[in-house]
């Protein structure tokens, strides 16, 4: 069964670790790449919401004839909103555990490896390692993904700025 080497330095481990690229861990990958692009969809579908909300309420700013919301549409307006924040926090949550998983099954890494990995990254950096080793798995190329993470920070970055 070919092997591959990950580089685990992004998520607080120094030595290379060895995985195979066997149907299981291929498997793991391609249920996390599902995973990935459902929270993909999520986010854009979110994103759309908010333009779609954001036009409304340019619109609405230009009518001066809108009425005051009474007290219960404004609470209502304000529990639906706290389900929704709720809701998307678990999302968020279930996630990450998923993705930590991933890691954690495809890896080997044990509890101590596990909370090093949890320490060492953010969101942004989650996602990216777990592209990276799904692209491993599935035979990819070798690639340093802090450095993607680096070249995006640096393209966002103002150029008057330095």
């Known amino acids: 069964m070919p092997k591959i080497t990950i580089n685990a330095k ?11 690229t066997s149907i299981y861990n291929h498997d793991l ?6 995973k990935l692009k459902e929270t993909n969809i999520k986010n854009l579908k979110y994103n759309l919401e908010l ?18 919301l009474s007290e219960l549409e404004e609470l209502k307006i304000q529990l639906k ?22 890691i954690k099954e495809v890896l080997g890494l044990n509890a101590k ?20 080793l799904i692209s491993r798995v599935n035979e990819g190329p070798d690639y340093d993904p802090q450095i993607i993470l680096d070249a995006e920070i640096d393209e966002d970055e103002d150029p008057k700025k330095g």
């Not at 990958?29 to 599902?34: E, G, L, V």
């Not at 490896?113 to 990276?132: C, I, P």
């Open 113 to 132: 490896q596990l909370k090093a990995a949890r320490k060492s990254l953010d969101g942004e950096g989650l996602g990216a390692f777990t592209y990276y």
């Open 51 to 68: 333009a779609k909300q954001q036009e409304l309420a340019e619109k609405s700013d230009k009518e001066d004839s809108q009425e005051e």
């Open 29 to 34: 990958a391609s249920k996390m790449s599902i």
């Open 81 to 102: 909103n706290a389900q929704k924040s709720l809701e998307d926090e678990k999302e968020d949550q279930d996630f990450t555990d998923t993705a930590f998983e991933f």
């Open 10 to 20: 992004m998520i607080g481990i120094d030595k290379p670790i060895e995985v195979f």
